[in-house]
């Protein structure tokens, strides 16, 4: 089995972030909400190549999943022969081309 992409700091702290606060009213939410990221980062291990591409936002190597259920996006570097990395988990809410510093 394929490992499971690797979680930057602040991909890390922005999971935590999200559960804490979708805690506060629905801790079974909160639960499912980092299911659905671990599960996608398992996912991502296996078909690194499976994200959408978004050169508008972030050129390649940079993908993007969307987890509509709960409004987030992952945002993850895909490199040949390495290991995906997730460098972001934003809510769809906010404005990405912003958060990514594509904003001219």
């Known amino acids: 089995m394929a490992p499971r992409a690797r979680l930057t700091p602040?991909?890390?702290?922005?999971?935590?972030?999200?559960?804490r606060w979708i805690a506060q009213e629905q801790?079974?939410?909160?639960?499912?909400?980092?299911?659905a990221?671990?599960?996608?980062?398992?996912?991502?291990?296996?078909?690194?190549?499976?994200?959408a591409v978004r050169e508008d936002l972030a050129p390649l190597p940079v993908r993007f999943v969307a987890l509509p259920r709960?409004?987030?996006?992952i945002v993850?570097?895909?490199?040949?022969?390495?290991?995906?990395?997730?460098?972001r988990i934003?809510?769809?809410a906010m404005d990405l081309p912003e958060v990514l510093g594509r904003r001219g």
């Open 76 to 87: 993850y570097e895909a490199r040949p022969q390495e290991r995906p990395v997730i460098l």
């Open 10 to 19: 602040r991909a890390q702290r922005e999971l935590t972030e999200a559960v």
């Open 27 to 35: 801790p079974a939410a909160a639960r499912a909400l980092r299911d």
């Open 37 to 51: 990221v671990l599960g996608a980062a398992e996912r991502i291990g296996r078909h690194p190549e499976s994200g």
């Open 70 to 73: 709960f409004r987030y996006v």
């Open 90 to 92: 934003v809510h769809g």
